[in-house]
């Protein structure tokens, strides 16, 4: 508490202004967004990945170039929500409608009932809280929802994925679709599926807008964008999809088309901040959620890094990562740091900017898993050098340590695409090759080989001996709870009570 109060004067004479009211918070968590997807990972440049709003807000940030997700959706959402490694909240990628009923704590999809998220963190220190978009964080009781972790409002839909016109998500209840778009407390009833014009990232970007001005500048603002872009179904509007006519690969043409939809709402966003004079004080701190999906479908691409999406290789979990705004010290602007930081790291970082005390209280009392997450400002804003994070868990099957980094098991999508993926002569889906690593583990140093080319596991049998050690103390600390199985609760809520669409079912 009293680091972080000491934190933020300095932050303030750095600036070389006088302490300010907290800063603004921007959130902004992008889906299935490959490494080779974001125009400042393109060099030479291509004129099919187009995304200029971005780039600039990395020239004008600090670029975090080793920062972890965890490798798909749920459990890189339900880390970023509860400050917690995905392996001591959730690590599987259930749809929101599993339930058990005989555990009230954790026996749900996502974050256990009983932690606290860090919108209603934000809110203790006066913030503003608002969510648009994806929340794949849970829905089985109004504790699981947006507004029951903290935020004052929110937009967006629980599952997975939607579609982008319809809103509407399997499975069927009793042969009717339910529409999946919930606005805080109450299906977005009136707003689903009307027509082409209504593209559902351009339904979330009005929403940000709103938002935007509807906000008093004098109150800190904590605003959680998730873009259901770029993540399948791939539906892009026409207008956009006709500026990448020339991309002969139809997946990679509409992959393309909806990062470049998704730059413009970036641009439209940071210019309605910069009208309301909030720039100065904001921090734009934004993820991919996890690697390009690679396989067949994702039209993704995370060259020149192995693998992809479900997978441990660092295509998997290394994602386009950086922070801009105001707000970042003038000195860190326009450079590129290499510590480690993880999706869970926010957590804490933003109370100690918010200055309240990132322990959850109500989690400790439920006997469920601490908050994991380091205070990564002093490192993000120049204060030190150094990372506080040396470890990186990335699952219960791959452990990131220093240099090195160990997998165990069949890995998948053990090989690397070009710079032009999926293409006619490589389609997605192509890379079928699986490593065989074993109990024992493959070993890699990250550092020197990034591309992760050298197994070192039989020349290095001392520092493979170390990875191992460490990975098995992680898991004594595995949180795995019976979520018992999708409960048929849902689809009576989504018929009976919401008139079609999905909300919580379980109270
Ligand atoms: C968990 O949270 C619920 C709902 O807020 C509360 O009623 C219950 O007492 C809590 N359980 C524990 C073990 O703290
Ligand atoms: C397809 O991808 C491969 C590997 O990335 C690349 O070598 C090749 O040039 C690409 N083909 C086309 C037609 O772009
Ligand atoms: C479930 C639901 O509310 N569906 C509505 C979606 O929008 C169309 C057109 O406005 C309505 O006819 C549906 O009832």
């Not at 990062?259 to 966003?269: A, P, Q």
């Not at 989690?363 to 204060?383: C, T």
Request: hydrophobic residues 35%; proline residues 8%.
């Amino acid at each position: 508490m009293i680091a972080a109060v000491v934190l933020l004067c300095i932050a303030g004479l750095v600036a070389g202004q006088p302490v300010r009211q907290k800063p603004h918070i921007v959130l902004m968590l992008v889906d299935d967004w490959g490494w080779a997807n974001v125009g400042y990972h393109r060099n030479p440049p291509t004129r099919e990945v187009v995304t200029p709003n971005i780039d600039d807000l990395v020239k004008q940030g600090l670029e975090l170039d080793q920062h972890y997700a965890y490798k798909f959706c749920s459990p890189s959402r339900s880390c970023l929500m509860s400050g917690r490694l995905p392996i001591h909240v959730n690590d599987l990628n259930l749809a929101p409608t599993n339930y058990n009923p005989n555990d009230p704590v954790s026996g749900f999809s996502a974050i256990p009932r009983n932690m606290t998220g860090i919108a209603e963190k934000m809110k203790e220190a006066g913030y503003a809280t608002h969510q648009v978009g994806k929340w794949d964080a849970g829905m089985a009781t109004p504790d699981h929802t947006p507004k029951g972790r903290g935020f004052d409002t929110s937009f967006g839909y629980y599952h997975h994925d939607n579609d982008y016109y319809t809103e509407v998500v399997g499975p069927q209840c009793s042969g009717s679709p339910i529409v999946d778009l919930w606005d805080t407390d109450h299906p977005a009833h009136g707003i689903n599926g009307t027509g082409p014009d209504k593209y559902e990232e351009g339904l979330f970007k009005e929403r940000l807008m709103d938002v935007v001005s509807k906000h008093d500048p004098n109150t800190p603002l904590f605003l959680y964008y998730a873009p259901h872009i770029a993540h399948t179904p791939l539906q892009v509007p026409d207008d956009y999809l006709n500026k990448f006519s020339f991309i002969d690969d139809s997946d990679r043409k509409y992959y393309h088309a909806m990062v470049n939809y998704l730059d413009d709402v970036v641009g439209d966003l940071v210019a309605a901040l910069k009208q309301k004079g909030m720039w100065d004080n904001l921090l734009y701190v934004t993820s991919s959620d996890n690697g390009g999906p690679i396989y067949a479908g994702g039209g993704a691409n995370n060259y020149p890094l192995k693998g992809g999406k479900l997978t441990d290789w660092q295509g998997g979990i290394r994602v386009n990562a950086f922070v801009s705004g105001g707000y970042l010290p003038e000195k860190m602007r326009g450079q590129k740091t290499d510590g480690y930081v993880h999706l869970a790291d926010w957590y804490g970082t933003f109370c100690a900017i918010a200055g309240v005390d990132p322990t959850d209280e109500k989690a400790a009392k439920a006997k469920l898993p601490p908050v994991d997450s380091y205070n990564m400002w002093p490192f993000i804003s120049g204060e030190t050098d150094t990372s506080p994070r040396t470890d990186i868990p990335a699952s219960i099957n791959a452990l990131i340590s220093g240099d090195y980094k160990i997998l165990i098991g069949t890995v998948d999508q053990a090989g690397w695409t070009g710079p032009q993926y999926p293409n006619q002569t490589n389609p997605a889906g192509g890379i079928k090759a699986t490593e065989r690593c074993g109990e024992s583990g493959c070993l890699y140093n990250i550092k020197d080989d990034p591309e992760e080319r050298h197994n070192l596991a039989s020349s290095m049998p001392e520092q493979l001996k170390t990875m191992q050690e460490k990975l098995k103390k992680y898991l004594a600390t595995y949180f795995n709870p019976d979520r018992g199985h999708v409960s048929p609760l849902a689809c009576q809520a989504a018929v009976n009570k919401y008139g079609g669409f999905w909300g919580p079912f379980v109270e």
